[in-house]
């Protein structure tokens, strides 16, 4: 069964240190999402890839976040420097474009910023 | 501005029961729209979806309902499962003008099915 893989699992590291988390999307997938997950916003989209181009980055705060797809097999969002309210579950998502196609999630990482 | 909302953070449902999540929207671009449900340290995983121009989509004991011109969608699980205790979320994106596949999530409802 295809899935999306990221990594890390877990990360917990102090505040004004780098953060970089990874994505595999789904082999064939053209589209990849970042979103974040906190209690209070839910799940709030923060970036997304089309054929390794961004599309919107709109949701994310530019002074500090930052996303790439080196290549088709692997996207990373970057942090830096994290700050405490930066800690929330970070999800990715692949999919396919050109039809409503549902995305399919990762099981994210879990940032701590202290 | 939350263009997907749920209203009901929890919802707690006996065994064998109906199980009614609901969802209401705001953009009138939106056509297409979906559950997901997820379990703890997991991510959300695809349940059923439904295009507008459909107004009902069932998939076994799951079946959503779409009512635009009240910008409302249902979610009913019946019978409900404590292995249907999880977050449930609606999502929603414009199909036409470019299928982007940009999706807007709402919040979430927690749904507990006691046995």
């Known amino acids: 069964d295809a899935r999306v893989t990221q990594t890390p699992r877990d990360k917990v590291t102090e505040m004004g240190q780098e953060v970089t988390m990874r994505c595999q999307p789904i082999l064939g997938h053209n589209t990849v999402f970042w979103y974040r997950q906190t209690m209070m916003q839910g799940l709030e989209l923060l970036a997304y890839f089309r054929n390794r181009a961004p599309l919107d980055d709109s949701g994310m705060p530019k002074d500090r976040f930052s996303a790439e797809m080196p290549d088709a097999t692997l996207a990373t969002l970057k942090i830096q420097p994290s700050e405490p309210r930066d800690s929330a579950v970070y999800f990715c998502?692949?999919?396919?474009?050109?039809?409503?196609?549902?995305?399919?999630f990762g099981d994210g990482t879990r940032l701590s910023i202290l | 501005d939350q263009q997907v909302k749920q209203n009901s953070p929890s919802l707690s449902v006996q065994e064998g029961r109906i199980s009614i999540l609901n969802c209401d929207y705001t953009n009138s671009m939106f056509d297409y729209f979906l559950w997901y449900k997820k379990y703890p340290a997991e991510g959300p995983t695809f349940l059923i979806s439904i295009s507008s121009i459909k107004d009902k989509n069932e998939d076994g004991r799951f079946t959503v309902f779409l009512n635009k011109s009240a910008k409302h969608l249902s979610l009913h699980i019946v019978p409900s499962q404590p292995g249907d205790s999880a977050v449930y979320f609606c999502?929603?994106?414009?199909?036409?003008?470019?299928?982007?596949?940009?999706?807007?999530f709402g919040q979430g409802t927690t749904l507990q099915v006691k046995p």
């Open positions: 998502a692949s999919g396919l474009a050109g039809s409503p196609q549902p995305q399919h």
């Open positions: 999502a929603a994106s414009p199909l036409t003008g470019g299928n982007t596949g940009k999706l807007i």
